[in-house]
Nanobody
Framework: QVQLVESGGGLVQPGGSLRLSCAAS??????MGWYRQAPGKLRDLVAD???????NYADSVKGRFTISRDNAKNTVYLQMNSLKPEDTAVYYC?????????WGQGTQVSVSS
């Protein structure tokens, strides 16, 4: 079993920045990542990262968001810059462990003036 605890969401103005964190309850040897779900929409991949640091981003966030992880702390981060109203969503952390995907409880990110 893996527990994922997210933090760092909130309300920010367009053009602002937020940093999300997600701490896992055990060492994750496989991918970790972030998904988001806006009201009335499907949950979509934002970014993911391998243990070795290889990254993958959704086209809509390339150049604005950066995913990173600290393996010693079992933690993955999402630095979000130049935020837009369309980035508003619940952001979910995910980790793959023993062929199963685990999810955090979600953290709300709202971008509005």
């Amino acid at each position: 079993q893996v527990q994922l605890v997210e933090s760092g969401g909130g309300l920010v103005q367009p053009g602002g920045s937020l940093r999300l964190s997600c701490a896992a309850s055990r060492d994750i040897f496989d991918n970790m990542g972030w998904y988001r779900q806006a009201p009335g929409k499907l949950r979509d991949l934002v970014a993911d990262i391998t243990r070795g640091g290889s990254t993958n981003y959704a086209d809509s966030v390339k150049g604005r968001f950066t995913i990173s992880r600290d393996n010693a702390k079992n933690t993955v981060y999402l630095q979000m810059n130049s935020l837009k109203p369309e980035d508003t969503a619940v952001y979910y952390c995910t980790a793959k462990y023993r062929y199963r995907n685990y999810w955090g409880q979600g953290t709300q990110v709202s971008v509005s003036s």
